[in-house]
């Protein structure tokens, strides 16, 4: 299955796609993963992604879509994957659809996972993140065991660079002048799919896997 989750910064994209790739057993692609990946290790690619990220602006579209067009080609993708956080503008959804075209295939399903502003704000600032997994935590929702330590690899849990209060203010200006316009863009191709972003993780879960579930027997996947 090739599933795509769109949605503003802390919908809970990166959440969801967690567990749906464990569920189907399908990699789970987040191009801000692949950035802090290269900004930790001070890579040339995370040189110049840090300098966007850090106003709440998107990297280049030229850079990002070489990254993803790249990730797709390996192995591990054949039987599906799980796009989180791209595209996030028409130019590379554009060329999201020519790199796949190119293979006889197309996104099975993109989910919206939707989220009033006002929570977003409330979700990032009281979000904490793994350093050494990544995993996600938030202070008041998902609270880590025992303070400051992954329950999952033990890493030390921190705040992320950009979820600073103005900053992520900045990152949801960018996500509705640039990224909302999606959401036409996939609903005119009928592969849209909105789910409300609920005040539980599992109960946002819940209404993907449906949604999901649903889609895949709809479309035959
Ligand atoms: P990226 O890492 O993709 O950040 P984002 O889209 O801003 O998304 P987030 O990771 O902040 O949110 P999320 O939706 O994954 O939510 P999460 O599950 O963490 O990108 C970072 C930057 O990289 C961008 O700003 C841009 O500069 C650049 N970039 C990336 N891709 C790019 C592209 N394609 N083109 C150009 N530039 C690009 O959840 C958030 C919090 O809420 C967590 O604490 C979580 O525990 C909590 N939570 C989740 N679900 C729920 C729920 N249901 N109820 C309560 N709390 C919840
Ligand atoms: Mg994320």
């Known amino acids: 299955m090739r599933i795509m989750l769109l949605g503003a910064p802390g919908a809970g994209k990166g959440t969801q796609a967690k567990i749906l790739s464990e569920k ?5 692609i987040s191009t ?3 950035f802090r990946y290269n900004i930790k290790n001070e ?7 840090k300098e966007y990220i850090e106003k709440g602006l998107l990297v280049p579209d030229e850079l990002t879509v070489k990254i993803v067009e790249e990730r797709l080609k390996e192995d591990d993708c054949r039987s599906g994957f799980i796009l989180d956080g791209f595209p996030r503008t ?16 197309g996104i099975d399903i993109v989910v919206n996972i939707f989220v009033k502003d006002e929570e977003i704000v409330q979700r990032l600032s009281g979000r904490r993140v793994c350093l050494k997994c990544g995993r996600n935590y938030h202070v008041k929702y998902n609270p880590a065991a025992s303070e400051g330590k992954c329950g999952e690899c033990g890493g030390r849990i921190v705040q992320r660079d950009d979820d600073k209060e103005e900053t992520v203010i900045e990152r949801l200006k960018t996500y509705h002048r640039q990224t909302e316009p999606l959401i036409d863009y996939y609903e005119k191709k009928g592969l849209l799919y909105t789910v409300e972003g609920k005040e539980k993780i599992e109960d946002t879960t819940g209404e993907v896997l449906r949604t999901v579930e649903e889609a895949a027997q709809k ?3």
């Open 219 to 221: 479309h035959g996947i």
């Open 32 to 34: 801000g993963d692949i």
């Open 90 to 105: 028409i130019p590379q959804a554009e060329e999201l659809d020519r790199i796949l075209l190119q293979r006889g295939t």
């Open 24 to 28: 189907y057993n399908i990699p789970h």
């Open 43 to 49: 890579t040339e690619l995370g040189k110049k992604a």
